[in-house]
């Protein structure tokens, strides 16, 4: 799958049309998380406090955008509900007048978006969106942004 192909993915799906002038393409962003919340990896263990996948998403933020068993959250399919993260990160703080840059939207990817609105970010999750930008400025372009076989997917409604 290539960068190109991504792209496609996201513009059917709405998702670049709702991310700020100047930030990363959304698979560019979501590689970036992937990176630091899983080293990549799919198949990583669970975190500390339940979350899973290569998101290291909380049942609670898997059930507000799927039906699907959270056991999935290990599979691609996790790609798919990311991208509706993502979305939902990048239409609230719209809703809040927030300009949603990578910066902001990986504070509230980490830290929740009434983080971001109300300017109290701690520091461990300023250190977290810092890392998500430095890779993204690393890694941006690479054609490994989602995994293999999770477009389709990319393209249904939330």
């Known amino acids: ?46 975190g500390t406090a339940g979350e899973l996948g290569p998101y290291q998403f909380r049942s609670a933020v898997w059930r507000q955008h799927t039906d699907a068993p959270f056991s999935r959250a290990g599979t691609p399919y996790a790609d798919t509900v990311a991208v509706r ?9 719209g809703r809040n007048g927030i300009e949603a840059t990578d910066w902001n939207i990986a504070a509230a990817w ?19 969106a810092t890392r998500v930008v430095n890779l993204i400025e690393r890694y941006a372009g690479e054609p490994q942004a989602l995994a293999p076989g999770a477009e389709p997917a990319l393209a249904q409604s939330p």
Not at 9 to 36: M, W
Not at 113 to 128: E, N
């Open 1 to 46: 799958m290539n960068t190109r192909t991504l792209i496609s993915a996201f513009i059917a799906a709405g998702v670049l049309r709702c991310a700020a002038a100047g930030a990363a393409s959304p698979p560019d962003f979501l590689h970036a998380i992937r990176l630091v919340e899983s080293g990549d990896r799919y198949d990583t263990p669970p």
């Open 110 to 128: 980490n830290g929740g978006v009434r983080a971001v609105v109300s300017g109290r970010i701690p520091a461990p999750t300023r250190d977290y």
């Open 85 to 93: 993260h993502y979305r939902w990160i990048v239409s609230r703080l």
